[in-house]
């Protein structure tokens, strides 16, 4: 073999190495700019919380998937994590960046094909302590596919409702993994 077709033949093993890692997936970057993330406590403390992870992926099954998006968020006290669950979904429409504007709401222990889970934690001593969730909800009113943001709000009642809270969230980016 001469060294004109070892070159090409290294050139185009490159080409195809590179091309199977192409993706037209662009990750958005969590600290993105003009987010808000806010919560305020029953005993109306406000405070603004830093986004550290916002995914949205889905879950194939044979009967039709499910969306899921798991949000994480935490300040120096507290901490907020969303798990919203929404299908059944068919094949042709469970890869697709969208979710319905709508209320996603979660009661104790139900199983359902749409759930608002809110988690809290509050930070006692060096580690958050995690409060169990009794009732809450996640609305979403503004979902940007293109943009890949989310806007909304949400509430939450925790430990036999001791622990209760509400915020509201703008221009939040998520991640899609297909």
Known sequence: MSNNQIRFLIAVLICGANAACQSDYNTPSFTCSNYYMGLTLQDSGSYTLKVNNNT???IPSDT??????TLETANDSFKIIFNLRHGTYPDAALYNDSLPLKTYIFTGNRD?????????????????KFADTDTSSITITRWNISKQT???SYYFESNNHTLTGKGTFSNVCFTSLK
Not at 64 to 69: D, E, N
């Open 56 to 58: 949205l992926f889905r």
């Open 64 to 69: 039709g998937g499910s969306k899921y998006l």
């Open 112 to 128: 359902s094909t749409t759930s608002g889970l809110v988690v809290a934690a509050v930070k006692t001593g060096n580690e958050f």
């Open 150 to 152: 989310m806007s909304g």
